[in-house]
């Protein structure tokens, strides 16, 4: 999971709180799905077990976690070795609209409709992000871009199908 | 053809109305080859309508019918009620100059004008005096964020600077229907972006409709709705709706 | 490294032409290549319907070129063929007195004039066995035969010519060779005249004797004003055409630029592209030589049948030296080739798209003022120096320098107007724009029109201001007089018989006779008289008195005088002239002698001298001392062939007579077919320009069809599109005249005053010449009208 390595990151900077670390971990990167406490304090458990962060000390205060982490050695070198190494590209494999499309030709249904009722619904949402990319900042707009290349890539896929429908039913059919 | 519902879209001219451009059953050959075989297409005041499909199902052809500048064999265009063949070519000539813009893919501007002439061409041509023209022009540069490129001939400019001059060009004389066939397809995607939202954007403020032929999906995100076009038919998908 | 251990190195790295090191390609490899490279550049010249078209246009222009060149190469072989042929037959005899003898031969000369046409006519009798047949002729001919040119026999045969029979009694018995003649349309005769007798030693002009046949003729040569004509006119038709030349081989420079620029993408090196466009133009060259060597036997055939300046030539006179020939055929082509060469020098022709290094380069006007100013300079010596210095070289480069510098100043002087405009209609500022960007192009194509055209009108000023002092130099008022004779008489008998005769001429309508001489106004006694003063004598009625002279009161045996005292005694028998002196014979002026006052030159013939002018009544004709006939006639109007049978009328008088008219002279004619030539050639050049400059337009809207169709999807009226491409034709088309029109003026002034002729202004044949011009613009713009329609075609926004 990337958010230890995030909040890792977000460490690196200086102590921070347990709060500060959900605050600005939301405003960065959270505009979907923003983090709940429990993950934050889970997570820092998690790195405190593993010797990567250290409480700096405990503030007495209202708040239910009032610990304030640092980042040791161990983590810098862990950070490091997280950005140092690539993603693994995602292979797209197993894909339902696949699937869907071989069953409606085995079933003489019309591929053709659900190609298309597939294709305006990523378009839809494609409007959507890029209205979204539109009335927003830089981080929004790269967010939304990053979506808007995938759905894109869909998008031809489902393009390069629908030209290549009567070829499949053959091959099918065979 | 499916009749036109109005898209989640924010306040559009209402969808009662009759269609700013319409056609029905547009049949277009080439000798033997057909490029249009029975298209239908409609458009409304300040709507942008993408129109997609595979490279030669007849989206060029499509929107050369739809701006009276080719002669369909068969079918009608109607703008604003009237029907465009029945026009003489002078009329439709004058019809395209003062109501319709355009946008291509490259090789567009003059390249003996100046940037800000070649805005203020269209409208000179339309009978505007050259001054007030030119400052018009100047005022529509400003806009797509290109007025340094004022004074350089096209052959200066780069070509997302000169794609933003050719649609200030489209936009300037305010256009109720501005046809943008392939307009970033010169570009990279930056600079294609750029143009879109420019494009866009301006013609939302001056409610020109456009028809936005394209083949780049992320470019037909910037429209209301689409219309695909595949051997020579427009069909509006209904799921989109 | 250091130089003694890396000479090896050193020396393969930089071998001469940048060799690869590994191993240079021998001398037949290279051959090869070179080659290969010019035929590639040649298919490219044949391939394709617009480069051929191309390639037939530069041949065209090439061809013309060469056969004006090889003419001009021609013309002193035929001067010199043409002299050698005056001697062959030349008859004058210039020694002391001859007696007859064995050899020697009588000669009247019998020249004549035929509707304009002079008739060279010789009576001839031998007065002995060993007489030298003249040059043309076999045999002389019997009295009462002659032989003609095949042109004079047409002539007497045709149904007009029965006045010219009438005048020529004689039988028909052969042809004179073309050896006998100076060109094939020349008419001429010899006639056998037995009645042919000379009283004394003494000949007089029109009758002597000889013993020199085919001897020395001095060539009069051309009238140097003809030949400064034909100099001006040789250059005002070759240069536009070497201009012409120099277009035609840039003619498409775009695409075949673009074409190298593909070559260089699949690895053609720099020279070797140089190559192939120098083999395409090497293609227009050769065939342009060919062409021009077609034309030219064409030409030469066409030439033998008609008449410049008076002059006809024989075909096969026309014939340049081996040596020019070759020369001409092997430098045209080279010039076409060093043409695309300097073309080439401002381009870079890169594999990616064609790099003009010289696009905007600002044209600066000191160097282009240098050939005017040049030519201005070169033509300072003629302007001091009068006609007679024409014939040096340095007038006619000074002129060829100063129609250049109409062709180098153009380009400069379109840049300096269209930079200034560009603010006009839409139509202007496109085509303004589009001069801006290319204006050397235009210029280039228009120069050769303005060339043309400066030349023309240069010519037409000259021959206006020079038709002006022929017309003049006559000094007598064609209104009054229409035709003249002059030529020694008998007496009074002869006198007034050829008056008579002359008046009962159908057609003629008055004559005035008057017969001149001269006498002596004896001086002191005892002084030698040759030192006497002369007087002229002139007898004839008050009419004839009073057409040469004012003055009042004419009875008969009135006398006036002019710078003679009243009173004064003449001696008529003229004591001067060689021989034993003559009996004086005294004349006294009578005292009641009046005043006169010449009226012009007094028709031509009268000299400075002191004049007497008396009736016959005071003093008869008979007393006078060798009198002259001079006779003038007043002619009908409408009656061409009046003049014809008052030549008759003399001719059965003496056959040595002549009439000659006043107001047509023969020289006017050759101006005549010079300046038509003229005409005919600028007008000619201009519409082979037009029609490069269409297809320069049309090659010109073919590349920008893409845009022409966004334009027409903007609602651009074809008119708009038409007129910018008529203004982006006519602007540089109308600067160009303008300049032309402002050089041409000049240079005819300059011309007009190495003449010394007036200055006159043939401002109708200017305004035809810059309305050709203006034609040849709206020409081109009309050719390529069709094109623009069909590229207006939304076609056109279809992507390549
Ligand atoms: N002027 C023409 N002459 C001949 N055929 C033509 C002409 N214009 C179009 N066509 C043919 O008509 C068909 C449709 O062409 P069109 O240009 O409308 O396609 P398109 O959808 O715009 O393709 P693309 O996405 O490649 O631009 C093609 O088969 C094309 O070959
Ligand atoms: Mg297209």
Known sequence: ?174 | MTPMTPTAHSARPGRSEAPLLAATGLHKSYGATPALAGADFQIHGGEIVAVMGPSGSGKSTLLHCLAGIVSPDGGTVHYQGRELSALSDARRSALRRSDFGFVFQFGQLVPELTCLENVALPLRLAGTRRRDAEQRAAEWLERLEVADVAGKRPGEVSGGQGQRVAIARALAPRPRVVFADEPTGALDSLNGERAMQLLTAAARDTGAAVVLVTHEVRVAAYSDREVVVRDGRATTPAAAL | MTAAGGTLDHDVTTAPGGGPADGVPGAGDRLRGWARDLALGARFALTGREAIVRTLLSALGVGLGVAMLLLGTTVPGLVADRSQRGAARDLTYYGSALSPGPDTLLVGEGDTSWHGEDVYGRLLKPEGPAVKVVAGLTAYPAPGTMYVSPALQRVLASPQGYLLRDRLPYRIVGTISDAGLLGPSELAYYAGDGSLRLDGGNSSGDLYRTNSIGGHYVDRGMDPVLLLLSVVAFVVLLLPIAVFVATAARFGGERRDRRLAALRLIGADISGTHRTAAGESLVGGALGVLAGFLFFQVGRAVIGGIEIAGLSVFSHDVTPGPGMAALIALAVPVCSVVVTAMALRGVAIEPLGVVRRSAPVRRRLWWRLVPPVLGVVMLVPALQGGEGSSNSLLLPTGMILLLVGVSSLLPWLIEQVVARMGAGPVPIQLGSRRLQLSGGTAARAVSGVTVAVAGAIAIQTLFAGVTGVYTKNTGLDPQRVQAQLAHAVSGSGELDELTDRLRAADGVLGVTARATSTAAIPGAPGSSPSNWNQAQVDVGDCASLESVARISGCRPGSVYTVGVRAGTTLDLADPEGDGPRPKPRLWKVPAGAGPAVLIGNGGGTISDDPLVLATPQALPVDRINQPYAQLQLRLAANDPDAVERARNAAVSVDPTMDVTTIESSVTLHSFDALRRGVIVGATATMVLIGLSLAIGTIEQLRERRRLLAVLVAFGTRRSTLALSVLWQTALPMLLGLGLALGFGVGLGAILLRITRSPAGFDWTSVAELVGAGTAVALLATLVSMPALWRLMRPEGLRTE
């Open chain 1, 1 to 174: 999971m990337t958010i230890g390595h995030t909040l890792l990151g977000l460490l690196e900077s200086g102590p921070r709180h347990g709060y500060d670390l959900k605050r600005a971990f939301d405003e960065r990167f959270g505009q979907d799905r923003p983090l709940h406490y429990g993950q934050v304090y889970a997570t820092m458990a998690r790195l405190l077990k593993n010797g990567l962060v250290e409480v700096e000390g405990i503030e007495a205060g209202e708040g239910p976690d009032r610990k304030r982490y640092a980042i040791t050695d161990a983590g810098v070198t862990d950070v490091e070795q997280w950005l140092a190494q690539p993603e693994k590209p995602e292979p797209y494999l197993q894909s339902a609209l696949y699937t869907k499309v071989v069953v409606a030709l085995l079933t003489g249904r019309s591929a053709q409709d659900i190609l298309d009722t597939q294709r305006s619904e990523h378009l839809r949402l494609m409007r959507e992000l890029t209205r979204r990319k539109s009335g927003g900042d830089l981080s929004d707009q790269l967010i939304c871009d990053h979506a808007l290349f995938h759905l894109e890539a869909d998008m031809r896929w489902l393009e390069l199908t629908a030209a290549r429908l009567d070829q499949l039913a053959e091959e099918l059919a065979r």
